[in-house]
């Protein structure tokens, strides 16, 4: 039972373009979520959070939108670079237990 | 600073054979985590410690698996009669004290691969 889905399993944006990531959960008590990207025999790298008591976070060149009545998250990267290709994860938790999405993978082409 | 490591990278083993995984958490960080990739998914949680203790080890498959945080730094995470099913990622995470909506910091993996 997947609580956390990316139903995007793949997405190619030209450079420079916006990248739009999205990421759907199920469990009302999630309270945080985040974002994490992830480069081949590498770990997962920290990008951006959002708490529930907010609907948007920026950083940089990436904002995460939070629509908590319709239980979704998106990424926006703009302008995207070629260095943002990568296989990106959201998760959400309610506390130390972090669920996470299968990822998606983003294909920046110059 | 240096990041959370694990060791070893890479582990191939045989179906029945006993394996353990290392994970040396960011210096200071109280809270260590561990979570299993496999293809094509998200990470899965498994663990968490706080401090020596495992405050939640909900997420372990079966008996097999077992981990230990002694000293409250590095963890050890150990699986006994190992099945083809447990080849994945296993990924190991700390964050300073584990408190509410605190982030967590990934190390790079251990590739573990049973034959």
């Known amino acids: 039972d997947q609580q956390v889905k990316q139903n995007s399993p793949s997405l190619s944006v030209q450079e420079g373009r916006i990248s739009i990531l999205n990421c759907d959960y199920t469990?009302?008590?999630?309270?945080?979520f985040l974002w994490y990207k992830k480069y081949p025999a590498e770990g997962p790298t920290f990008l951006i959070s959002?708490?529930?008591?907010?609907d948007k976070n920026e950083d940089g060149r990436f904002t995460v939108f939070l629509n908590k009545s319709a239980k979704h998250l998106s990424l926006h990267i703009v302008p995207s670079q070629p260095g943002d290709s990568a296989v990106y994860f959201c998760?959400?938790?309610?506390?130390?237990?972090?669920?996470f999405g299968s990822g998606t993978k983003l294909n920046v082409k110059p | 600073g240096a990041g959370v490591s694990q060791t070893p990278s890479n582990k191939v083993t045989e179906k029945g054979k006993y394996v353990e995984l290392r994970c040396d958490p960011i210096?200071?960080?109280?809270?260590l985590y561990w979570y299993r990739q496999s293809l094509g998914q998200g990470p899965e949680f498994l663990i968490y410690?706080?401090?020596?203790?495992?405050?939640?080890d909900s997420g372990l498959p079966n008996d097999r698996f077992f981990a230990v945080r002694p000293e409250g730094s590095v963890s050890t995470l150990k699986i006994q009669r190992t099945e083809r099913g447990d080849s994945a990622v296993y990924l190991c995470?700390?964050?300073?004290?584990?408190?509410?909506?605190?982030?967590?910091?990934f190390g790079p993996g251990t590739r573990l691969l049973v034959l």
């Open positions: 469990n009302s008590m999630f309270d945080y």
């Open positions: 410690f706080q401090g020596t203790g495992a405050a939640d």
């Open positions: 210096s200071g960080h109280t809270a």
């Open positions: 959002i708490s529930s008591i907010k």
């Open positions: 995470a700390s964050s300073p004290t584990g408190a509410y909506q605190e982030t967590q910091y």
């Open positions: 998760a959400a938790s309610p506390f130390h237990k972090f669920y």
